[in-house]
């Protein structure tokens, strides 16, 4: 993947960056060996990425403070019926998943996280820009946030009860025998669950980028050559977002329905 972006062209943009970079080496390495002046791209691109959705979020609202729009859908494609069409396909399959009442809880998270992987899935698409979603930093970032959000709901929720589960899964009495075994096993299991969220979505969009970037530069048919690769780089975006969501989802949903699972002694 060339490290040469858009912005490349802007005068001063590379130099401001190696500067910038020098600035934070010495307190900012990369997750996974990258330059330090590199480790700032995608923090830029993120930066676009949620500047272009507040500036939707920002349409969107206007159209929702009239009575009238608010009340009658809009015939054409605009920020609220894009907000709308996918929130709604995300409450549905949230509400199958987690319940109604979890799916509304739940919404502002998983809703905010599969936009901002869409549209970094998405700008990647753009010749000149690289998806911010292609570097470990970024995809551990959103990973560990589900993490950190599975658990503390899961302590909300079920007290001291969601630590026990790991301990005795199966929530009868002879499991508490084995948790020397168990524990450690969930742990892993657990701690595993990020990581594979972020190496998932990293990998996938890596991969993505380098096929749509080799096929940019076989200039033969500079226009119609790429179109088919473009269109299957639209749909890898797209299950790669559902993909986290949904997993997001079964993750939390896990965690807040732990107590029936240990009160039942079955799921």
Same mark, same amino acid.
């Given at each position: 993947m060339?490290d040469?972006?858009?912005?490349? $062209?802007?005068?001063?943009?590379?130099?401001?960056m190696?500067?910038?970079?020098?600035?934070?080496?010495?307190?900012?390495? +990369?997750?996974i060996?990258h330059?330090?002046?590199?480790?700032?791209i995608?923090?830029? &691109?993120?930066?676009?990425?949620?500047?272009l959705?507040?500036?939707?979020?920002?349409?969107?609202?206007g159209?929702?403070?009239?009575v009238?729009?608010?009340?009658?859908?809009?015939?054409?494609?605009?920020?609220?019926?894009f907000?709308?069409?996918?929130?709604?396909?995300?409450? +549905?399959?949230?509400?199958d998943?987690?319940?109604?009442?979890?799916?509304?809880?739940f919404?502002?998270?998983?809703?905010?996280?599969?936009?901002?992987?869409?549209?970094?899935?998405?700008?990647?698409?753009?010749?000149?820009?690289?998806?911010?979603?292609?570097?470990?930093?970024?995809?551990?970032?959103?990973?560990?946030?589900?993490?950190?959000?599975?658990?503390?709901?899961?302590?909300?929720?079920?007290?001291?009860?969601h630590?026990t589960? &790991?301990?005795?899964?199966?929530?009868?009495?002879?499991?508490?025998?084995?948790?020397? %075994?168990?524990?450690?096993?969930?742990?892993?299991?657990?701690?595993?669950?990020?990581?594979?969220?972020?190496?998932?979505? &990293?990998g996938?969009?890596?991969?993505?980028?380098?096929?749509?970037? %080799?096929?940019?530069?076989?200039?033969?048919?500079?226009?119609? $050559?790429?179109?088919?690769?473009i269109?299957?780089?639209?749909?890898?975006?797209?299950?790669?977002?559902?993909v986290?969501?949904?997993?997001? &989802?079964? $993750?939390i949903?896990?965690a807040?329905?732990?107590?029936?699972?240990?009160?039942?002694?079955?799921?």
């Amino acid at each position: 993947m060339s490290d040469k972006t858009l912005l490349s $062209y802007i005068p001063g943009f590379d130099d401001a960056m190696h500067h910038a970079g020098e600035a934070l080496g010495h307190w900012q390495p +990369s997750f996974i060996g990258h330059n330090d002046v590199l480790t700032l791209i995608p923090a830029v &691109m993120l930066g676009i990425v949620v500047v272009l959705l507040l500036a939707m979020g920002v349409s969107a609202r206007g159209r929702l403070a009239k009575v009238e729009e608010a009340v009658i859908p809009d015939a054409v494609m605009n920020p609220r019926t894009f907000f709308e069409l996918f929130l709604d396909t995300l409450m +549905s399959l949230m509400t199958d998943i987690m319940g109604a009442k979890n799916a509304k809880r739940f919404l502002p998270l998983l809703g905010t996280c599969g936009l901002v992987i869409l549209f970094s899935n998405l700008l990647g698409l753009v010749p000149g820009f690289v998806p911010p979603t292609d570097n470990l930093n970024v995809t551990a970032a959103l990973a560990l946030v589900i993490f950190f959000a599975t658990h503390i709901v899961g302590v909300q929720t079920n007290g001291l009860g969601h630590i026990t589960h &790991m301990m005795n899964p199966v929530g009868v009495w002879w499991g508490w025998f084995m948790v020397p %075994i168990m524990f450690p096993i969930e742990l892993i299991g657990h701690l595993a669950r990020p990581l594979s969220l972020s190496l998932r979505l &990293m990998g996938n969009m890596v991969g993505d980028h380098k096929v749509l970037g %080799i096929f940019l530069t076989l200039t033969a048919v500079p226009i119609v $050559y790429p179109v088919p690769i473009i269109g299957m780089g639209v749909l890898v975006c797209v299950v790669q977002t559902a993909v986290f969501c949904l997993l997001s &989802m079964i $993750y939390i949903g896990l965690a807040v329905e732990e107590q029936h699972h240990d009160e039942g002694g079955h799921h």
